[in-house]
């Protein structure tokens, strides 16, 4: 009994641990793993803006193709840039070495990320940057307090000048009608290219993928899950009459 407490113990151990360290509030986050357009742009945003430091080395190209409907050449002209093959990982080519004197540690692989961290915190610390002088790169992020990444999504977010409102919901004013908090960003340090809305979408669609590839049977998984309980429905009506015979006689 007490190997077997111990057992669960350090099998929840991690969860307790992440859960502890998780006191900054953060957006609500719901994936969708049949939205392929939402997938599609993920998969472009994470190429451009991500793999350039981290990598999804447990996943293949070929198969995030096919998951997300994309033509294998297509795949291959667009979101290939090492000069890999659309069957090998998805390894970036930055050398480890070089990641660590560049940001003072390696930048993490990213397949399992949101089974990590969760959905909630990737999508909410992809927008918690902002201006910090204090900091050797310039910024800073409220989710993850003096992190060693740079915001690499500046040109299309803009830098915010003070803290974002993150894990703050948007309300309306009744009289006025005015949609407070509708930008998780009050002041511009930089203006982006894109609006505050067109920048969250983007996040959500980059979040999107993220989670797909940290969980890309879970539609498949959901699906069969559906027909084992309808299984184990109709099989436990005959096992409930066999009993029944079986006992019948019993005083």
């Not at 953060?26 to 994936?31: R, V």
């Not at 900091?135 to 803290?163: D, E, I, T, W």
């Not at 429905?233 to 009993?243: G, P, T």
Request: hydrophobic residues 45%.
């Amino acid at each position: 009994m007490r190997k077997l407490i111990l057992g669960l113990f350090i099998a929840i151990l991690p969860a307790l641990s992440l859960a502890a360290g998780s006191s900054v509030p953060l957006d609500e986050f719901e994936a969708d793993h049949s939205d392929d357009a939402s997938l599609q742009r993920g998969a472009a945003l994470f190429t451009n803006y991500c793999m350039g430091c981290h990598s999804m080395e447990f996943a293949r190209y070929k198969r995030v193709a096919e998951d997300l409907d994309i033509p294998d050449e297509l795949y291959e002209e667009n979101l290939i840039f090492t000069g890999a093959k659309i069957g090998e990982l998805m390894k970036n080519s930055m050398k480890k070495e070089m990641a660590a004197d560049w940001f003072g540690a390696p930048p993490p692989d990213l397949t399992l990320e949101t089974r990590l961290r969760g959905e909630a915190w990737v999508y909410s610390y992809l927008r918690g940057f902002y201006k910090d002088e204090s900091r050797p790169l310039g910024v800073n992020n409220v989710v993850f307090p003096n992190v060693g990444m740079p915001h690499v999504m500046v040109s299309m977010q803009g830098l915010c000048a003070v803290k974002p409102k993150i894990g703050v919901e948007a309300s309306v004013e009744p009289l006025s009608g005015n949609i407070n908090n509708a930008d998780v960003c009050p002041e511009y340090a930089i203006e982006g290219t894109m609006s505050g809305a067109e920048f969250d979408q983007a996040m959500y669609d980059l979040t999107n993928f993220m989670s797909y590839m940290g969980d890309p049977v879970k539609l498949e998984r959901e699906r069969l899950g559906i027909f084992v309980l309808i299984f184990v429905a109709i099989f436990f009506v005959f096992a409930y009459l066999l009993n029944r015979e079986y006992w019948k006689d019993v005083h």
